[in-house]
């Protein structure tokens, strides 16, 4: 019997942590496989008045890029670090490309986890239809159960 894959994401904020937390608090077995994945967009766009009137020089672009990923590697490695305060085994990924549909393609179609845990920001309703969200969309579109973590 193999054990259930649990997938956690994670993002750096504080309603990941709590996300993480509550799965230690009420889920945690050490017959689980957990995945914890930090999802990123490397955002290259300029504020349309800079847009409108300057091009990006190729080392400009380079440097964004960078800038980045490294964000996301110091993401991932804050997570690496909590998991062995918390004496978690846990598989830790930075994934590039919108957190919602990699979410979901990681848990159902890579991985076949049982579960994907994460938190929300608790936007309303009206921000949340504008803006879109992470959790409203892996709720949507994930064949496998989600647990939204509310703070």
């Known amino acids: 019997m193999t054990a259930d894959k649990i997938l956690i994401a994670v993002d750096g904020s504080s309603h990941s942590d709590f996300a993480l937390n509550w799965y ?3 889920l ?3 017959a689980h496989q957990v995945l914890l994945v930090h999802c990123f967009e490397i955002d290259v766009r300029l504020p349309y008045p800079i847009r409108a009137t300057l091009m990006i020089t190729e080392e400009e672009l380079e440097r964004t890029i ?3 990923k490294e964000k996301a590697s ?3 490695e804050k997570y690496r670090e909590l ?3 918390l004496h ?7 994934i590039e490309g919108k957190p919602g549909p990699e979410l979901v393609r990681v848990a159902s179609a890579e991985e076949n986890c ?3 845990v994460l938190g929300t920001r608790g936007h ?4 949340r239809t504008i803006l879109g969200s992470v959790s409203d969309y892996v709720l949507h579109h994930s064949p496998v159960p989600v647990a939204v973590c509310t703070q």
């Not at 309303?124 to 921000?127: C, H, K, Q, T, Y």
């Open 24 to 26: 230690m608090k009420h």
């Open 124 to 127: 309303g309703i009206i921000r």
């Open 28 to 30: 945690h077995s050490p």
């Open 88 to 94: 978690l085994k846990a598989t830790i990924e930075g």
């Open 74 to 76: 110091a993401v991932v």
């Open 83 to 85: 998991c062995q305060k």
């Open 66 to 68: 960078n800038e980045q």
């Open 114 to 116: 049982r579960l994907i």
